[in-house]
């Protein structure tokens, strides 16, 4: 507990281009809860590099998915925004959980089953320890809550059985996290295939909105998306691509299906489509807007990342101290 509110610990990868996906299942719901936790919102740029980088292309990704946390809404003066490698706890304390975590905990974990046959060429030791370096991410701050995807529970699972082992074997060392799942929930699927997740590293461009495409491009990805031949705005499975549709619409404009399948009852795809064009860009012109203007504030942002750098390590640190303690390191003659 920090000022008496719970601490909330999130990240995404800079990796791929952010989607719309990940904007309404993600960051917007970060938005809307940032204000009653202690937030850090970190960009996960150590654990990139599990997979083969451009440097120069990492860089610059991170720095827009940095600038796109504030764009979307986060104020860096009161959630700490922050690259995981300006922070050298979440190393330092990567090394000590991988000392408490066992090979059989990691070789069940799905998301390295995929990737290691998804990179066959480079499955290399830090893909493998993935997890541990996200336990130690939410560990080192002491979260009580992450926010994550379904997609990352087992990764939180494994995180939270870290914690319990470490605290049974020293004390109560750390925070137990619980996942936090948006209320909003609803996951957004690919516009051309509709039983897929939306995705920033879909091969197929028509079927992921960017969150950086221009608005013509944004109405006509909309208007192409694939739908069904039942001709009716009904939310059900058996319309998947309706179905994705009217979230995607409901998210964007906080409206209920029920409504949606009134609003546009006895009305073409044609039209329902165009209003899910429009109802996106609503959304991401503001977004966009608030962009470009921080892209021109260098200054201000290079501030930030110093300050919520230092905060961050200040944090964690604190942390960082009492495990290194616990575990037998030499204390630090000051
Ligand atoms: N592995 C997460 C993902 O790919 C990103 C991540 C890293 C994360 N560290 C984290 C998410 C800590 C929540 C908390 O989505």
Known sequence: MLDGKKTLFSGMQA??????????????NWVSISDNYQTFYCVVDMHSITIRQDPAELRKRARTL?????????????????YQSHVSGHAELTWILNCFTYMGELNRMTQFKDKAAKHADNIN?????????????????????????????????LTRDIAIRFNNLFGDVFTVPEAYIGKTGAKIMSLQNPEKKMSKSDENPNGSIYLMDDMDTVIRKCKRAVTDSEGCVRYCDGQPGVKNLIDIYCSCTGKAPAEVEREFDGRGYGEFKMAVGEAVVSILKPLQERF???????????????????????????????????????ERIR
């Open 125 to 157: 030791s830090g893909l493998f320890t993935y997890p541990v370096l996200m336990a130690a991410d939410i560990l080192l701050f002491q979260a009580d809550v992450v926010p994550v995807g379904i997609d990352q529970m087992q990764h939180l699972e």
């Open 66 to 82: 940095l600038m796109l946390y504030i764009a979307a809404g986060l104020d860096p003066e009161k959630n700490c925004i922050y």
């Open 292 to 330: 470009a203007e921080l892209s021109q504030d260098k200054v201000y942002i290079d501030r930030m990342i110093k300050e919520n750098a230092e905060k961050a390590t200040y944090f964690s640190n604190k942390t960082l101290r009492k495990v290194q303690k616990k575990v037998g390191f030499p």
């Open 15 to 28: 990796t791929g281009n952010l989607t719309l996906g990940n904007y309404l299942g993600a960051l917007k």
